[in-house]
């Protein structure tokens, strides 16, 4: 049906016509489909070169659940009197970006749902009533959710509950450093074994001195805005400048949450 909801498939087609440099209207032409689905597609999976078909799909999948009320499941409420359909759009959209960052859907759920709780923290069977999955499910995105230091378990009794710490983004961005630290000193043992002399000696020494270099600068970055936050818990965080809205961002090696990091503009001569 011309106005249904897309088929993987068609996510497919729309995924090679962007990659094509084809417009919207063009993809829905060939698809026979109405330009506004297109483009709506599009814009809230990524753009035309952030859409990936299998994220949309997830995306998607996980839209669709949100929406099925849960039997016996009481009405909503916001969170400390937030709109409760206003909450639902922002974590909805919270999840998908995850998603076309590279985080699993899974992890994305629970993430979303750890972020937008008051305490900041749930246990397991609440994370399993609220996602409607199993108690292996929950416990796998924790685990993989741990591994990066987004995540931390704390025994109530005998039931597990599920902490965010009020500084997730520091905490990733350091078990983001340490992947760093693991690719430069590797790399430098590869190259002093072929020689810094040799092609592939050469090349796994500038490597090392990449990873060095990006350590060395994230780790500064990361010291200098925990800093600024807890010396100033109450107040708002500095205005973002021309230099810092554009970020140098490095993606997938070495990135242990499967997304890309910004790094800041520092001293090329550190």
Excluded at 49 to 72: C, D, I, L, V
Excluded at 121 to 142: D, E, N, T
């Amino acid at each position: 049906m011309p106005g249904g909801r897309l088929t993987y498939e068609e996510r497919q087609h729309v995924a090679a016509g962007l990659t094509a440099g084809l417009s919207c209207a063009e993809i829905a032409r060939r698809l026979g489909r109405p330009g506004s689905t297109i483009s709506r597609e599009v814009a809230r999976n990524g753009g035309a070169r952030g859409y990936r078909a299998n994220q949309a799909q997830q995306a998607t999948k996980w839209r669709a659940r949100r929406r099925e009320p849960h039997p016996g499941t009481p009405p909503a409420t916001g969170t400390d009197g937030c709109d409760p359909q206003a909450q639902r759009e922002f974590e909805d959209g919270l999840v998908a970006m995850m998603i076309q960052t590279g985080v699993p859907a899974m992890m994305a759920r629970v993430l979303t749902c750890l972020f937008t709780s008051d305490t900041g923290s749930i246990g397991s069977a609440g994370l399993v009533a609220r996602l409607q999955v199993s108690p292996a499910s929950v416990s796998k995105a924790v685990g993989w959710l741990e591994q990066r230091g987004l995540v931390r378990r704390e025994r109530d009794g005998r039931r597990q509950r599920y902490l965010i710490d009020d500084s997730p983004g520091y905490q990733a961005w350091q078990a983001s450093t340490q992947s760093m630290v693991r690719w430069a000193e590797l790399t430098q043992r590869g190259a002093e074994l072929f020689g810094n002399t040799t092609p592939v000696g050469a090349r796994l020494h500038t490597t090392s001195q990449f990873f060095q270099h990006l350590t060395h600068d994230m780790t500064q970055a990361a010291e200098h805005w925990r800093q600024t936050l807890s010396a100033r818990p109450s107040a708002p965080p500095p205005p973002i400048t021309d230099r810092q809205s554009h970020p140098r961002v490095t993606h997938g090696v070495g990135d242990p949450a499967g997304a890309g990091h910004a790094t800041r503009d520092t001293d090329p001569h550190h």
